[in-house]
């Protein structure tokens, strides 16, 4: 079974709105991650929280994590046609192997 | 640095065939991951390596699927006796660590295999 669950499955909003996607995972984990995926292509790293880490930040994204509840969201703002892309959270199941969710996939309408 | 490179991009195969992968990982890393993703679906993890070892193959079938990653070269995922269910986008991802120790050790992905079995 896979590691993290996103949701929602798929969001589309308008070009600078901003977007939240979430994510659960089911076990303790050392750090999450957040990647991107194009269409037909090979997935991105965007960012790394660790466990010890409420909130980070890169650029025009922002990444929570509560451990409590097992949960973490990925915020978009002022979100950009360029954006439009699947995004899945990872995270390590076991001690070795990086387990992805089914992914959000995201369309910004101009 | 040219990054996770897998070839063929594309490939088909008939049914009962033989399909080879192969994936180069960045310089410097020596850990290898395998993962199979359908249309609209996630990523299914199948294998993770390092160099001559294979460390956690639990995502993979128990019959025609096996991975190696040798000392020199690529690692290889290869499927015997193709099926049409064996259609898939298959990626390949490497890191310099394990992956879940913290800061710095993403995975890379490659652009991905595109099997077709007809």
């Known amino acids: 079974s ?8 798929a969001l589309s909003i308008q070009e600078g709105e901003n977007a939240t996607m979430n994510c659960s ?3 303790s984990i050392n750090n999450l991650q957040w990647y991107r995926q194009n269409s037909g292509r090979g997935l991105v790293h965007l960012i790394l929280i660790r466990s010890n880490e409420r909130e980070k930040h890169s650029g025009r994204l922002r990444v929570t994590l509560d451990t409590s509840k097992k949960s973490s969201s990925l ?3 002022a979100s950009r046609a360029a954006d439009t892309a699947s995004y899945f959270c990872a995270s ?4 070795q192997k990086l387990v992805f969710g089914q992914g959000t996939r995201l369309t910004i309408n101009p | 640095n040219a990054g996770v490179m897998q070839n063929p991009r594309h490939l088909v195969r008939r049914r009962g065939q033989e399909a080879r992968l192969r994936c180069s990982p960045m310089k410097g890393h020596s850990h290898v991951y395998w993962y199979r993703q359908l249309p609209e679906e996630g990523l299914k993890f199948m294998v993770y390596l390092q160099k001559e070892n294979i460390i956690d193959e639990s995502g993979m079938p128990k019959e025609r699927f096996s991975a190696e990653f040798p000392k020199e070269g690529p690692s290889i995922l290869r499927i015997q006796q193709v099926v049409r269910g ?3 986008a ?12 913290g800061v710095g050790t993403e995975a890379f992905f490659g ?3 595109r099997l077709t079995v007809v």
């Open chain 1, 92 to 95: 390590i199941q076991g001690a």
């Open chain 1, 25 to 27: 995972y089911k076990t």
């Open chain 2, 86 to 88: 064996d259609s898939a």
């Open chain 2, 90 to 101: 298959y990626f390949c991802a490497s890191s310099p660590l394990n992956t879940g120790t």
């Open chain 1, 2 to 9: 896979q590691q993290g669950e996103e949701d929602p499955q």
């Open chain 2, 111 to 113: 652009q991905g295999t």
């Open chain 1, 75 to 77: 915020l978009i703002t």
